[in-house]
């Protein structure tokens, strides 16, 4: 059975979200503000952490960097409409992915099995993806460039992945949406290019000129054909 943590100060979305992950098959551990999640997180090592991003005293912006300090946990964070600018910023601190309040719990429970879906991408096969200098090990979800690996959240190996399987073809930014969740939301396009800016960072020796990753103007991104 896989674990969620819950971090949400307010109680009726906690209880809400709680029952609906416990009757769609998840033990579920609650933590009402980030000190308390940090703990909680670090103790019983969560398989996921749905994170509202509007917390008392240690904010959820907060809480998703030291998570991302200390591990790869898929991390969903729940935001008001009018956060759109701490979402981006999330999405650049490593959160996985996120949903807007208020939210259907059918939306956030099959948006909790598409991230750990990705996350569990490590079995089967032996498959390897060469591209470039890069290397993708599927199964071990390990990518490294010559000698050094690379460390990259479930999110962002999946989509490097997608673009690295077929250099040269371009990929729209809804197309790679639904590489990631099964379902495109036109909403959340720009959420592409927050991971695809981690993915630059964390890859390229220059992430200002990406010669790797690019991006085809006005239309999305491709892997560079060699
Ligand atoms: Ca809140």
Same mark, same amino acid.
């Given at each position: 059975m896989? *674990?969620?943590? &819950? &971090?949400?100060?307010?109680?009726?979305?906690?209880?809400?979200?709680?029952?609906?992950?416990?009757?769609?098959?998840?033990?579920?551990?609650?933590?009402?503000?980030?000190?308390?999640?940090?703990?909680?997180?670090?103790?019983?090592? +969560?398989?996921?952490?749905?994170? %509202? @991003?509007?917390?008392?005293?240690?904010? =959820?912006?907060?809480? !998703?960097?030291? @998570?991302?300090?200390?591990?790869a946990?898929?991390?969903?964070?729940?935001?008001?409409?009018?956060e759109?600018?701490? /979402?981006?910023?999330?999405?650049?601190?490593?959160?996985? %992915?996120?949903?807007?309040? $208020?939210?259907?719990?059918?939306?956030?429970?099959? /948006?909790?099995?598409?991230?750990?879906?990705?996350?569990?991408? *490590?079995?089967?096969?032996?498959?390897?993806?060469?591209?470039? $200098?890069?290397?993708?090990?599927? $199964?071990?979800?390990?990518?490294?460039?010559?000698?050094?690996?690379?460390e990259? !959240?479930? *999110?962002?190996?999946?989509?490097? #992945?997608? #673009?690295?399987?077929?250099?040269?073809?371009?990929?729209?930014?809804?197309?790679?949406?639904?590489?990631?969740h =099964?379902?495109?939301?036109?909403?959340?396009?720009?959420?592409?290019?927050?991971?695809?800016?981690?993915?630059?960072?964390?890859?390229?020796? %220059?992430?200002?000129? +990406?010669?790797? &990753?690019?991006?085809?103007?006005?239309?999305?991104?491709?892997?560079?054909?060699?």
């Amino acid at each position: 059975m896989k *674990t969620v943590l &819950v &971090v949400e100060d307010e109680l009726k979305i906690a209880r809400l979200v709680r029952d609906y992950l416990q009757q769609a098959g998840f033990a579920v551990l609650e933590a009402a503000d980030g000190a308390s999640a940090l703990a909680m997180a670090r103790s019983e090592k +969560p398989d996921m952490v749905v994170l %509202d @991003l509007g917390l008392p005293e240690v904010d =959820g912006l907060d809480v !998703t960097r030291r @998570l991302r300090a200390a591990s790869a946990v898929p991390i969903i964070m729940l935001t008001a409409r009018s956060e759109e600018s701490d /979402r981006i910023v999330g999405l650049e601190l490593g959160a996985d %992915d996120y949903i807007v309040k $208020p939210f259907s719990p059918k939306e956030l429970v099959a /948006r909790i099995r598409a991230v750990l879906r990705r996350a569990d991408a *490590t079995l089967g096969g032996g498959e390897l993806v060469r591209a470039g $200098p890069i290397t993708i090990d599927i $199964p071990k979800m390990r990518v490294t460039i010559g000698e050094d690996e690379v460390e990259l !959240t479930a *999110t962002e190996f999946q989509l490097l #992945l997608t #673009l690295a399987r077929h250099p040269g073809r371009i990929y729209t930014r809804a197309q790679l949406l639904d590489a990631l969740h =099964g379902v495109s939301f036109e909403s959340y396009e720009r959420s592409v290019d927050a991971h695809v800016k981690n993915i630059r960072r964390k890859i390229e020796p %220059d992430p200002r000129r +990406p010669k790797m &990753v690019l991006t085809v103007y006005g239309v999305g991104y491709k892997f560079a054909d060699a």
